[in-house]
């Protein structure tokens, strides 16, 4: 059974920090691309960090330079470091699990945890 669990979301002051985690289980982790999407009320989800199996990440504009994602293989958990947080970063944070097949016989594997609100104000 595939879990995907977050944690440490909460309420902080705009320039501050905090980082996220999500525990995994069911999957071979190591294999997985790990995600870190956002939705904020009204609006569009959206990615805001990638992290592959062999460590490279990416970042949308958005976050770039703020955002850090990491992963632990050992623990089977991804994190993401948040800081200087602005308002506009509040949103429910989602973690990702993603495994692309790249087969027209086996479809893709895609997990989603239950998410953590993030809540940046004074």
């Known amino acids: 059974q595939v879990q995907l669990v977050e944690s440490g979301g909460g309420l902080v002051q705009p320039g501050g920090s905090l980082r996220l985690s999500c525990a995994a289980s069911?999957?071979?982790?190591?294999?997985?691309?790990m995600n870190w999407y956002r939705q904020a009320p009204g609006k569009q989800r959206e990615l805001v960090a990638s992290?592959?199996?062999?460590?490279?990440?990416n970042y949308p504009e958005s976050v770039k330079g703020r955002f850090t994602i990491s992963r632990d293989n050992a623990k089977t958990t991804v994190y993401l470091q948040m800081d200087s947080l602005k308002p506009e970063d509040t949103a429910v944070y989602y973690c990702?699990?993603?495994?692309?097949?790249?087969?027209?016989?086996?479809?893709?594997?895609?997990?989603w945890g239950q998410g953590t609100q993030v809540t940046v104000s004074s």
């Open positions: 069911g999957i071979s982790f190591s294999v997985y691309t």
């Open positions: 992290i592959t199996r062999g460590g490279s990440t």
């Open positions: 990702n699990a993603n495994f692309r097949h790249f087969s027209e016989f086996v479809s893709d594997s895609d997990y």
